[in-house]
Every structure is written in C-alpha cells, then in structure tokens.
C-alpha cells in the first residue's frame, strides 16, 4: 500500500514534535507499506531562531531534513512553502505524482492541506489527536471545522473513552474510531544506566484559549496544574517541569518555584527530538497532568508524551482521564484523581523501581507498539 502520513516536524522545528509524526511513518514502513511524509498546512513557517512567522522555509526545510535522515526515514518526504508555493524535499511533479498513485492519506492530528491531489486519494483518515476541543468545533456548527474534517472517510481519536456513558464528548454526528499513538520501540530503547532522582514531564501553562460549550469552560492544564501546586511539599521526592509559558507569558512561574517545583525552559533545554528524548530517558519517571477539557469530558485521552516516556522503561503517575478503563495500571503505570492517588503512585515507584521500570517497557509494548496500533487501524478501514 501507499500511504501519505502528514506532520508538522518541520513546521514547528523544535522539541518532541518530530515523534508525534513521523512514528506513524516508521510504523507503517515496519509492516511493510510505502509511506510519503507530508508537510502541506497551508500555513507560514515558523522560525523557532526568531520566535516569528517567516516566508523563509530554509530554517524549516533543513531541520526536517536532518531529523528524517538521521531516523533512517529518508528522502520520501514533502514539505510545501505556503509563503511560496514551493516545494521541497522532492519536486511538485514527483509529490503529485506520489500522490495520484497512494492508496491511503493518513491526516494525523488534521495538520494536512486538503488539495484536491489529496482529496483524490481513495481512503483518508483524520486522526483526532485533541479531543473534547475538536468535537466542540463539530457540535458548535463551526462550517470551517465540519467541511475539514468531514471531508475525510474514517475518523480516529485519541478520545479512547469515547463509546463509555460517562464519556461527554459529543460526537458531531460522525462515527468516531478509538486509537493511540504508535510507539516505534526501536527508537526508544530502555537506558542501560540510572536515571536522575526526579519525576518530570513537558508540558504547555496555556497552549490556547479555553472553549465554551454546553454552558461549561473547557479550559488548559493551567486549570489542572493549579489543584496539585503544593504536592512537593507533600513528599520527599523531587520534580522539574519543562515547561512553556503559554499565551502571553502567563505561567506565574514563581508561584509555581515557591510550592518546590523546579521549572525549566523547554525551548533552552530541549531545541530538537534528541535532547527531548534524552529527558525523558534521563528522568525516573513523569508525573502529570492533563487538559482540563480532556479530564473532565471523561475523554480517555492518553498522551504521546506519557506513550514514550514508558516505552524507555519510565513509570508514569497521570491524571485520569478515563484512561485508566483501558490500560493497566498497577505496575508502572499509575492513575490520580486527587493528590493522595498521586502520592501514593509515586511512593509504590520509588519502594520498588527495578519493578516498575521494567513494568512501564512492558505497558509500552503492549498498548502502544506501532505495528499493532496502526495494524489494527488498517484492520478497521479495510
């Protein structure tokens, strides 16, 4: 089969964005299948050097081409220039004529242009990464919102919880399938030598604005993060968030400092893929939360983040989503509610590490191998 898988590694060259994408390539060339990395969002690059939108690809362009050979993925990549036009990685004549003959367009995330080269493409799945915010866009009638994501066959979402009763997610009318992130494993090896004695993750004060719905604020992990403020204090172990500050600057950092949180910049210490994998392989296990608007929609929503952090043998204590109906935990793995769940998962890692280490690597595998994952997916849309 030929696949197109679309991405914004390029587009937003810095970080863990690259892992988000370019697991569905490998996973799909894993079992088999010729696959085109895509970049066509129909939206200016953004410099990560200048902090700025720029019509000037050359920054982009170069990055994803570093990340794609350094992964083994190639020369099979796309990246159109909205400032421009042009395109790059490959010739226009031979991006179209790729995709003229593809069997299937894979939209992860719905960052993918629909032209009507793509429209043409027999099978195309929209793959929800964001749920309970996208489906808001749906049930709200936004014109823009339904034409983009009705234009395609088959709807997946990361919203796993999503067929459950006590799921409030609305479905828009559309036959929404369950999935989760492929984890190419070979990417993430469990380290051989010892971690640092900190829980940590990655994550966003604000990454937009909250939406309103059903007479109800679906808002960010600002929400979220704010009721948990003072666990530090509660425990012995230490934590550091890599964390962006939103819209605007808003994060109170220092509030944050005073409750003994470490805090660091992620665009400083994590520029690419590979000091962002170091982190997480160099942390002992990630404690986080989630949107409030996934957490309080029952959503199921897992992260991509959390899927990496255990395939490199890292325990992660998370905040429930109604994730926890479809995954075992226990051993490795840790869901919380209230911050007395959440110290207790921490307090079970830290009696027993070895376990639990080895016990998240074996979650990894077992949820979120890539072979099985888009596997099942091809199942689905056969």
């Known amino acids: 089969m030929r696949i197109i898988v679309t991405g914004l590694v390029g587009q937003y060259a810095f970080g863990g964005v690259a892992w988000d994408y370019l697991q569905y390539v490998a996973g799909f060339r894993q079992l088999g299948h010729e696959v085109f990395y895509l970049e066509d969002t129909e939206t200016w690059p953004y410099d990560p050097i200048n902090a700025t939108i720029s019509s000037d690809c050359s920054y982009n362009v170069r990055y994803l081409a570093e990340v794609m050979t350094k992964l083994g993925l190639g020369n099979q990549w796309i990246y159109r220039n909205a400032a421009d036009g042009t395109y790059h990685g490959v010739s226009e004549t031979v991006a179209k004529k790729f995709c003229a003959s593809a069997d299937l367009f894979v939209n992860v995330s719905g960052c993918g242009w629909l032209r009507p080269e793509y429209l043409a493409i027999p099978k195309k799945i929209f793959i929800d990464s964001d749920p ?13 919102v339904i034409d983009r994501i009705g234009a395609h ?5 990361f919203a796993e919880n999503i067929h459950a009763k006590d799921c409030r997610v609305p479905t828009g009318g559309l036959k929404w399938i369950p999935t989760r992130q492929p984890v190419f494993l070979d990417w993430f090896p469990v380290p051989t030598t010892p971690p640092r004695d900190v829980f940590t993750t990655v994550m966003n004060w604000v990454s937009y604005k909250p939406s309103e719905y059903a007479g109800e604020t679906w808002g960010q992990k600002d929400i979220e993060f704010l009721k948990f403020l003072d666990l530090p204090t509660c425990t012995p172990q230490k934590f550091e968030i890599a964390m962006g500050r939103g819209q605007g600057g808003q994060r109170p950092t220092e509030l944050i400092r005073q409750h003994g949180w470490e805090i660091i910049e992620p665009d400083e210490a994590l520029p690419d893929p590979w000091t962002y994998r170091d982190y997480l392989r160099n942390s002992k296990a990630e404690w986080s939360v989630a949107k409030e608007g996934y957490r309080k929609s029952r959503s199921g929503w897992f992260s991509c983040r959390s899927a990496c952090y255990l395939a490199l043998g890292r325990p992660c204590v998370l905040q429930d989503t109604g994730w926890s109906a479809h995954y075992p935990t226990g051993t490795g793995l840790f869901a919380f ?8 998962g921490i307090a079970t890692i830290n009696a027993d590490y070895a376990r639990h280490s080895a016990g998240a690597r074996m979650v990894a595998k077992k949820m979120f191998d890539a072979q099985h994952v888009l596997g099942e997916m091809l199942e689905r849309i056969a």
């Open 132 to 144: 309970m915010f996208t489906q808001i866009g749906l049930a709200l009638g936004m014109k823009e």
């Open 153 to 157: 066959d088959f709807h997946f979402t």
């Open 337 to 344: 509610e209230t911050q007395e769940e959440a110290l207790a």
